[in-house]
């Protein structure tokens, strides 16, 4: 009797929602946490099918994922929106399998339904963000960049691809020393080499490149480290700037002031 009333209690305190269901998926036992997920009580639940807590499209989806379930006996889970006794939408996982009888007949479906609103709202929000960091990205003049310890680009902007007149497909995966003088490479190992060494941002400026079409450009950058989620150095990041124009402008005043 002990054995039976703890597992009992286990059962109805569990946080994920269990259910057994008949063939024609109509709820035949669930536990307290499926009351709790639905807002309805044990007499409104029991008897049910799941096209009372979700609209006609979702039902289609769960109906064909069941119907693979009993064609397949492979266990399968979905997940999809339903919708509480008050109104309000919630989002739920569904793990279901066969539930067969002693003789191993299949007499319907049994299964764990947890509520993941909280975790697909936290999804959207990132989901949001990270569009929203995209469009400013993508958006502004300078050329952002990351390559990684070797030096390769592995993302950037449309930015930096105008500035280097290279499209997207060149650009990924290519080295500083692929773009720019033996020189100028070597300056550009120096200076990351020693961010690397000491962790210290830095900023480089009166940098040549030369772009696809064989032009000269003079860009300046800033370059700081990357690292991943431990602290582990995986490379570097910046922001680039063509300031070919000024500094022609800041020659000819040059010349101009030698003249006179």
């Known amino acids: 009797m002990k ?10 305190n569990m946080e994920e929602g269990y259910y057994e269901a008949n063939l024609k998926g109509e709820f035949t036992l669930v536990n307290n ?6 807002g309805h009580t044990k007499d409104e639940v029991i008897g049910t099918g799941y096209e009372r807590y979700v609209d006609k499209d979702t039902a289609k989806l769960i109906s ?23 109104g309000t939408g919630i989002f739920v996982r569904n793990s279901g399998s066969l539930l067969t009888d002693e003789t191993g007949k299949t007499i319907g479906f049994h299964g764990l339904i947890l509520d993941i609103t909280e975790r697909k709202k936290a999804e959207q929000t990132l989901k949001e963000s990270a569009e929203k960091y995209r469009t400013i990205l993508e958006d502004i003049e300078e050329g952002y960049y990351e390559v990684d ?9 449309d930015s930096l691809c105008k500035i280097s007149g290279y499209s997207r497909d060149e650009l990924l995966g290519m080295n500083n020393q692929d773009y720019t003088t033996p020189e ?16 210290n941002p830095a900023k480089i400026v009166d940098y040549e490149i030369i772009k696809k079409d064989g032009s000269i450009r003079v860009i300046e950058i800033s370059v700081s ?32 002031s030698a003249r006179f």
């Open 149 to 157: 310890l070797k030096g390769n680009f592995t993302f950037f902007n």
């Open 225 to 256: 480290l990357m690292k991943d989620p431990s602290g582990r150095l995986m490379g570097f990041r910046g922001v680039t700037r063509d300031i070919t124009e000024r500094k022609e402008v800041e020659r000819a005043l040059e010349e101009t």
């Open 64 to 86: 064909e994922a069941f119907t693979k379930i009993y064609t397949t006996g492979r266990p399968a889970t979905i997940e999809y929106e339903a919708i509480r006794k008050d």
């Open 33 to 38: 946490a499926v009351y709790k997920i639905y």
């Open 184 to 199: 100028t490479a070597k300056r550009i190992y120096r200076i990351f080499n020693e961010i690397y060494q000491t962790e």
């Open 3 to 12: 054995t039976d009333y703890r597992y009992k209690q286990i059962f109805e």
